[in-house]
Every structure is written in structure tokens, then in C-alpha cells.
């Protein structure tokens, strides 16, 4: 990190009570803050060498005990006890020091070295999978500003045929980046009783909607985030769509609705059981179409009919044809394929920088290509996800919309 004007506190574990916390102290008066309250068991040399562990009281009246390191020229890291009065004892007296109370992501972000590589670092803590996780940490290494500074040297030397390849290369991977932390959106909708509620339960693999023979049973969408083929994905499980008499159930339907407008891959499910209705023709007329067609219930007698489109054979009872499924639904998501220390821009602001490149190169206006170029790799911190979880954090894995 780069702390050249301010001395900066922050807490790097979460925000829950734990065995160990660690408050990280850095910059150029972080010795002379953290002396006001620290005394060493130990006659020690003054400041600690660096990689030392030195162990210590704060100065309370209980005499905290805290154990110290130096990890750096200007930089330590405070050890103590993991109760959130503790860590915020720490943080108000190293406050009343004079150095800068913030927040773990905020210290991150002020890696003006490489503000690409500590965005990613800031994502890393909101990954839900590994794969995900493995993708944002290429970019925390420096994979995607590696790709600008080559972009860069391209606008440079005048191989714009080049660098319009390459942002086109980065652009296609966009869609995915978006989502190593943004679970993919999959809406399931079709008839009452199509079996929507149990196909969710059986990819969860656990019963998160409530199964009924009663039409009408799911009245709201119940979302529910789970891992694809090592994508984060979010299940919605919609209303049965058909014309409803009932006011809630009614709601149910128009929120289903408005639900797979917004999905990324509609699953149109169809009971394989029953025949092919007016009412599943006219679902299936209002879906796009890039929606994936799903027969369930093939245990059961099969209705065979001209007009049932084709689809993946399903049975929840059985377990069968649920991988086809999952393969499915990744190859409808996922269209562009890469490798370890490929880059890839995962943020909506790095994406529209690159779309504003690529309008460039097209008006040859080679200026406006270098200046956004440059601010790529001297971004502001993103805004793009609305809340990041602090390290140790865990997102809600499991929401229902409100009636």
C-alpha cells in the first residue's frame, strides 16, 4: 500500500467476534501512534525490526494483551483478542493519534500502484466459488493491467488493427467477469405443477421451496444461490404462470413475469407427464428466445405430442438428467472459454472504459482511445456491486422477495 500523506488504521479480520483479531497499522507515523499505548513485556529494540514478533500489553486499565509485528518499513499489524470491543478500543485510541480509522476495502483501494489488482482484491472477498475466485485472483496479480499496458503500447506504436483485437478479446470475456461475484440470474417458470419447485430443491440439493399438488402453492419468487459447474448462480423459482382469479396468486404471476425479463436464461419447464396445453404454447410463445426448454416428471407415463418442443429429459424422482441440466444451463451462460492468467475485466465501469476504446478505434479518434486507456490503469475506486462483505463475511445464500 501506499501511504505517503496519512497514517491509516484499519481492521483486516470480520466484523464478528473470533479467537484472533488483526488491526493493521501503516504509514509514516504508525510507530509514533502505536507507541502511545503500547508497552513491550520486553526490553526490545525501539521500533521492532522487521518479521519480529513482539508480545506486549495495550495501555487500559486491564492491560489488554497484544502481540506485535512489523511487516514492513512502515507498516505493523496489532494481534489481540477477537471481541469487537477489543478491536474498537484499538482503533478509537489509534483515532486520538492521529491516524485515519477506515474500512478494509477503502485500505485496499489505496494501492495507486495498481488500482485494477486492488479492485480484484476488494471482489475476492465477495466470491462465492472457487473457480470464481481463482479467476479474480489472475486479475489481483496483475493479469487485466497487463492487458491495458499491452493495449497501451499497441495505441502507442500504431497497431490499432491489434489493440482492436484485444479490447474485442476483453470485451467478450466481459459478460462473464461480471459474474465471478454477481451470481448468473436463472428464472424457472411454466405452468402450476410443472414441477418448478422440485427441480430448484433437487439442484440445491436440499429443500429450499415448498413442493405441493395444489396449483398456485408458490405464490411469490424464491431465490436461492448455489454453485453451476463452478458458477455462481441464483435459482428463482416463479409462480406458476396461468390466468388467476385469486389477487396474491395474481401477484405471484406478474412478479414471475417481471422476474424473467430480467433473468440472464429463462428454463421453461414443462411437465413431460401431461400433454403439451394451450397454456404451456402460450407461455412458451411469451419467453425468448434463448430459453432453455425443460420436460420434468419422465418417470412418470409420457404424453407424446407433435407441438411439445424438444428439451432436456428430467426426472427429480429418479435423479436423472439433472447433470445434462447443469451443462446446459453453463453453455447457454458461459460462451467464451480462457485459461489460468488470462485477463479479464470484471467490473461494469471496466467494461464500458473498453467499449468507449473500441468506439474510438472505430472513429479513429486515437486520443480519446489513449485517455481512456490511461484511466484504466489510474481507476477510481468501482461502484458497480452495491455492498461488499468484509473478509470472514458471508453473503445471504438463500432470499425471498416480500409479499
Same mark, same amino acid.
Given at each position: 500500500m501506499n501511504f505517503e500523506s496519512l497514517t491509516a488504521a484499519v481492521c483486516l479480520t470480520g466484523p464478528d467476534r473470533a479467537a484472533i483479531a488483526v488491526v493493521a497499522v501503516e504509514g509514516g507515523e504508525a510507530w509514533a501512534a502505536i507507541s502511545r499505548y503500547f508497552l513491550q513485556a520486553k526490553p526490545r529494540p525501539i521500533p521492532p525490526p522487521i518479521d519480529i514478533i513482539t508480545f506486549g500489553h495495550w495501555k487500559t486499565p486491564q492491560g489488554e494483551e497484544v502481540v506485535l509485528c512489523r511487516t514492513a518499513e512502515n507498516r505493523f499489524e496489532l494481534h489481540c483478542?477477537?471481541?469487537t470491543a477489543v478491536t474498537g478500543m484499538l482503533l478509537d485510541d489509534l483515532a486520538n493519534a492521529d491516524c485515519r480509522v477506515m474500512g478494509w476495502d477503502e485500505w485496499i483501494r489505496q494501492d495507486?500502484?495498481?488500482?485494477l489488482a486492488a479492485e480484484a482484491r476488494v471482489r475476492l472477498a465477495e466470491c462465492l466459488t472457487q473457480k470464481s475466485a481463482a479467476m479474480l485472483l489472475d486479475q489481483s496479480r496483475g493479469c487485466l493491467?497487463?492487458?491495458i499496458r499491452t493495449l497501451q503500447d499497441h495505441l502507442s506504436s500504431g497497431a490499432n488493427d491489434t489493440?482492436?483485437?484485444?479490447?474485442?478479446?476483453?470485451?467478450a470475456r466481459g459478460s462473464c467477469g461480471l459474474h465471478l461475484v454477481e451470481p448468473w440470474k436463472v428464472a424457472l417458470c411454466g405452468a402450476p405443477n410443472a414441477g418448478k419447485s422440485s427441480l430448484v430443491n433437487a439442484l440445491l440439493g436440499f429443500e429450499r421451496c415448498i413442493v405441493h399438488e395444489t396449483p398456485g402453492t408458490t405464490r411469490d419468487v424464491v431465490a436461492s444461490v448455489t454453485a453451476i459447474e463452478g458458477w455462481p448462480c441464483r435459482l428463482e423459482d416463479t409462480a406458476g404462470i396461468r390466468q388467476a382469479d385469486e389477487s396474491v396468486e395474481a401477484m405471484g404471476v406478474a412478479r414471475a413475469m417481471d422476474q424473467l425479463r430480467t433473468? &440472464?436464461?429463462?428454463?421453461?419447464?414443462? &411437465?413431460? $407427464?401431461?400433454?403439451? $396445453?394451450?397454456? &404451456?404454447?402460450d407461455i412458451q410463445a411469451r419467453l425468448p428466445e434463448t430459453a432453455l426448454v425443460?420436460?420434468?416428471?419422465?418417470?412418470?407415463?409420457?404424453? &407424446?405430442d407433435l407441438r411439445r418442443p424438444p428439451g432436456i429429459q428430467t426426472s427429480v424422482c429418479e435423479g436423472t438428467g439433472l447433470e445434462a441440466l447443469q451443462r446446459a444451463i453453463i453453455?447457454?451462460?458461459v460462451t467464451v472459454t480462457w485459461s489460468p492468467g488470462d485477463a479479464v475485466p470484471f467490473t461494469r465501469s471496466q467494461i464500458a472504459s473498453l467499449d468507449a476504446i473500441l468506439e474510438s478505434l472505430g472513429e479513429r479518434d486515437l486520443s480519446r482511445a489513449k485517455l481512456e486507456t490511461q484511466r484504466?490503469?489510474?481507476a477510481e475506486p468501482s461502484s458497480d456491486v452495491s455492498e461488499s462483505h468484509p473478509p470472514g463475511a458471508l453473503p445471504n445464500w438463500s432470499t425471498a422477495n416480500e409479499v
Open positions: 483478542h477477537g471481541g495507486a500502484s495498481d488500482p493491467t497487463q492487458a489493440a482492436r483485437q484485444l479490447v474485442e478479446t476483453l470485451l433473468a &440472464d436464461l429463462a428454463l421453461f419447464i414443462v &411437465d413431460r $407427464s401431461r400433454p403439451f $396445453s394451450e397454456e &404451456d404454447a425443460v420436460h420434468t416428471k419422465t418417470d412418470l407415463p409420457k404424453f &407424446d453453455s447457454r451462460l484504466m490503469l489510474c
